[in-house]
């Protein structure tokens, strides 16, 4: 039993370590979400992993919307699939392939505020190139905005993000830690 134990403390601890990996990166750093930034060169040399987390600053007068990758070329308005513009949106990256971001003001996507996002299923080990990352951990590359690809081009905001999950959720963590509680209990 006390092998149990031992496996029971070791799945643990890695089950409160996971959730550290995560990086949160501030869309376009102190400038954060706005016209004539150059959001290209902030994704590049940065991954985005399936868990990570993007966060969007912006000032009266923007959104950060989710937008299919037609929309998105074109700058199309109006087809959100999710939309804020609290000024401070974040999103939970939870599902790999490339995810776009726009801002829904009319001429604003033609500006520059647009981004487009690529997630993978797992991180790499180079740490970020630049300054641009707020990370917990982990490291970031980009590449061009393509379904395979990773990110390109302007920011995004905090929306409740449409992708849906690769990673564990919260609730699946809590019952695999309570498991592991009680058999290390148990042995």
């Known amino acids: 039993m006390a092998g149990v134990g031992v496996v029971c403390v070791v799945f643990l601890v890695l089950c409160a370590v996971m959730p550290s990996l995560a990086t949160d990166y501030t869309v376009g750093d102190s400038t954060g979400w706005t016209m004539g930034a150059d959001y290209s060169t902030w994704t590049s040399g940065k991954t985005f992993v399936v868990g990570d987390t993007l966060v969007f600053n912006y000032g009266g007068g923007h959104t950060v919307d989710e937008v299919s990758a037609s929309d998105y070329s074109t700058c199309t308005v109006g087809n959100a699939i999710t939309s804020d513009s609290t000024g401070a949106t974040t999103i939970s990256l939870k599902k790999t392939g490339t995810h776009y971001f726009i801002c829904g003001v ?41 379904p395979t690809a990773t990110t390109t081009t302007t920011p995004s905001s905090t929306v409740a993000h449409s992708s849906a999950g690769n990673a564990f959720s919260p609730f699946v963590a809590v019952v695999i830690t309570w498991l592991a509680l009680f058999l290390l209990v148990l042995s």
Request: glycine share 12%; aromatic share 0%.
């Open 106 to 146: 009319i001429g604003h996507c033609g500006s520059g505020m647009k981004l487009a996002v690529t997630v993978e299923s797992g991180k790499t080990t180079a740490p970020p190139t630049s300054s641009s990352a707020t990370p917990s951990s982990g490291a970031a590359t980009t590449s061009p905005a393509t």
